[in-house]
């Protein structure tokens, strides 16, 4: 059976894990889920030849030493593709592009263009023992109003207004509450548009790190059991 090691923390929840779990079953692809990478996770991996791939969607910043560009070069050049989404994956697959990591998602394509270029987007605080987030990653907040603005339920000025908001506030400290407050500061009757996202309900629906981090992990399923099947 391929593995496929998926290095994952606050980015996906337990019940999208398990949801991909099985799917990656029925196709004959085992997943390999591991927590947020640190320096040398992906050179041991390698070294033990356990998996087909590596997804890397989220590693330490601050706790331990981070994932090494030199590090994600040892690997490729051992032959192990190497994907990256959502957070540190994303930091890592524009900084190695050239060396052959591949990116993708919405996340991605944002820092490919330039467009953000703050490695602080894609942090959060969450929960030690879970991975549950308890702040909100600018990045997330960054997508949820260009779709607020798209679909004409904000004006593009108080679209910039709100983003400045939620930016002002240091990821530590960026939770639902303090985003409301910031919003209805700073928008007043504009906030609507806003606020009921914020809900312990709605939030995973516009979590984008999440969702790009799910279409990372589910395409590269599919290709794997693509390659499986052309092999037969």
Not at 50 to 69: M, R, T, Y
Not at 215 to 224: D, F, K, N, V, Y
Request: hydrophobic share 45%; charged share 25%.
């Amino acid at each position: 059976m391929t593995t496929i090691t998926v290095f994952v923390g606050p980015s996906l929840r337990p019940a999208d894990i398990d949801a991909l779990r099985d799917q990656a079953q029925a196709g004959g692809v085992q997943l390999d889920v591991r927590p947020p990478a640190c320096r040398g996770d992906l050179v041991a991996l390698c070294d033990t030849g356990h998996a087909a791939a590596v997804l890397l969607l989220d590693g330490e910043f601050g706790q331990n030493f981070a994932v090494s560009i030199a590090e994600i070069r040892a690997v490729l050049a051992a032959g192990m593709p190497v994907h990256g989404a959502s957070s540190m994956g994303v930091l890592r697959a524009v900084e190695c592009r050239t060396l052959g990591m591949t990116g993708s998602g919405w996340v991605y394509e944002r820092y490919l263009s330039g467009e953000i270029d703050a490695d602080a987007e894609v942090a959060l605080m969450f929960d030690p023992e879970n991975f549950e987030p308890a702040t909100i990653p600018l990045v997330n907040v960054r997508w949820l109003i260009a779709e607020k603005v798209r679909t004409g339920e904000l004006t593009p000025h108080c679209g910039a207004s709100a983003l400045l908001a939620a930016a002002e506030i240091n990821f530590r400290e960026r939770r639902p509450s303090r985003l409301a407050s910031a919003w209805r500061s700073r928008l007043g009757g504009g906030a609507h548009a806003l606020e009921p996202e914020l809900a312990d309900g709605n939030r995973d629906r516009w979590d984008r790190k999440r969702l790009d981090g799910i279409e990372a992990l589910r395409a590269l399923t599919r290709s794997a059991t693509g390659q499986k099947e052309g092999r037969r």
